[in-house]
């Protein structure tokens, strides 16, 4: 049993508190290689912004769980390392798995220094969900370790998580599952989506330069959750914004993404100023890394270290990540 206190991280419980009081949101960046998680401490540090690093039973399995565990650890040695040369203040660091699927999985991430665990059990009959998630809280709890549930559907596919249609989180079953299974936050579909291509066509409309727009995300679904669970903490999962500029790289340099489409900015702008305290981007730093990748392998063809395409890649993830923190979820400076 590895305490994930002895690792340098903390639970989220603190840092929800802090970021539903001040009206931001607290990024949860995926990783699962070397680069993603220079890019996260980066940009965290230099943005002084709490950060969550999650991980997918996905990257476990691509990366080995054993590093991924180590290059999280590795993330708080050069999160403080930086923060020193730069004079800056150490950020609070959360590790958290991501759409853990079974009550072991989650009492393995829990055994092995993560801090924060979420169970989806939104798959399963809402009772099902509640005995599931109650499981893990159980457990997690024993070890100060807090969990995060989800209750309704996201469509869109993301790792080993997919759904062909979304279920809207139903307000009304809110307070008996947060009740019943003692969960310290929610993930709720309002419209979120995994994915780069959260939305079909017909459910968009396109603007006067013929941009695709997407539905807006249903606040009032998420109010009526506010009205019923005052001050929890919620979660929103697939809320990458699929960065037209991004895409746009990734199609000029031969990238096949048709209709690619995500949520706009300025609705999870909207959201981190609510009840919703964390914010999970991962295909937004997917799409960012391929397009420099392949602008660098159209215009420099002899190239051949990874270092050359992989260094820009993640210079352009520094940059994604700061705007994130600073424009979006309103996590700059809240450390
Ligand atoms: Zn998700």
Redo the contacts with the bound molecule.
Sequence with gaps: MVAYRDLGFVNTREMFKKAGAGGYAIPAYNFNNMEQIQAIVIACVETQSPAILQVSSGARKYANQTLLKYLAQGAVAMMRDLAREKGLSEVPMSLHL??GDTFELCKSCIESGFSSVMIDGSHHSFADNIALTKQVVEYAHTYDVTVEGELGV?AGI?DE?QAEHSTYTQPEEVIEFVKKTGVDSLAISIGTS?GANKFKLEQCTRNKDGVLVPPELRFDILEEIEKKIPGFPIVL??ASSVSVEAVKIITQYGGVLKDAIGIPEDQLRRAARSAVCKI?IDSDGRLWMTALIRKIFAEKPSEFDPRKYLGPARDALITMYKHKNQNVLGSAGKV
Excluded: C, R, T
């Design positions: 991501d759409h996201l993301e998580v995994h999962h697939g999970n």
